[in-house]
């Protein structure tokens, strides 16, 4: 049992990873940047295989313009900044995992930015 998770965020061809560590009981904030033309677009965090399913078949925990599964999940967006911020709170150790950033769009039909969290 560890009594913190630690956030390892991936994007796409960048090699330099930031890191964002939550302790048990705390809160994180995972930001996600996006090109400008996506404003509009539905944004979500996606838990653990994501890259090529179905957003259907995805375990999204939390999207833009409904009602997160989780209440401790929540999603704001930035139009202006073109960012989206996930908070996840009440961090527990099941929230470890590999969770992704998604913006749907039509094709391709996702960009993603990886965020992997792990003891």
Same mark, same amino acid.
């Given at each position: 049992?560890?009594?913190?998770?630690?956030?390892?965020?991936?994007?796409?061809?960048?090699?330099?990873?930031?890191?964002?560590?939550?302790?048990?009981?705390?809160?994180?904030?995972?930001?996600?940047?996006?090109?400008?033309?996506?404003?509009?677009?539905?944004?979500?965090?996606?838990?653990?295989?994501?890259?090529?399913?179905?957003?259907?078949?995805?375990?999204?925990?939390?999207?833009?313009?409904?009602?997160?599964?989780? $209440?401790?999940?929540?999603?704001?967006?930035?139009?202006?900044?073109?960012?989206?911020?996930?908070?996840?709170?009440?961090?527990?150790?099941?929230?470890?995992? $590999?969770?992704?950033?998604?913006?749907?769009?039509?094709?391709?039909?996702?960009?993603?930015?990886?965020?992997?969290?792990?003891?």
């Amino acid at each position: 049992w560890h009594p913190w998770l630690r956030l390892f965020c991936f994007t796409a061809g960048i090699s330099d990873v930031p890191t964002v560590t939550g302790y048990r009981g705390s809160s994180v904030e995972i930001r996600c940047p996006y090109d400008s033309g996506y404003e509009t677009n539905m944004k979500y965090l996606c838990r653990g295989a994501c890259s090529n399913l179905p957003l259907g078949n995805k375990d999204i925990p939390v999207k833009s313009g409904s009602t997160a599964k989780d $209440q401790r999940f929540s999603l704001k967006d930035d139009t202006a900044a073109r960012v989206f911020t996930v908070t996840i709170t009440d961090l527990r150790p099941e929230d470890a995992g $590999q969770y992704w950033c998604g913006i749907k769009r039509s094709l391709p039909p996702t960009d993603f930015v990886r965020f992997r969290s792990g003891d």
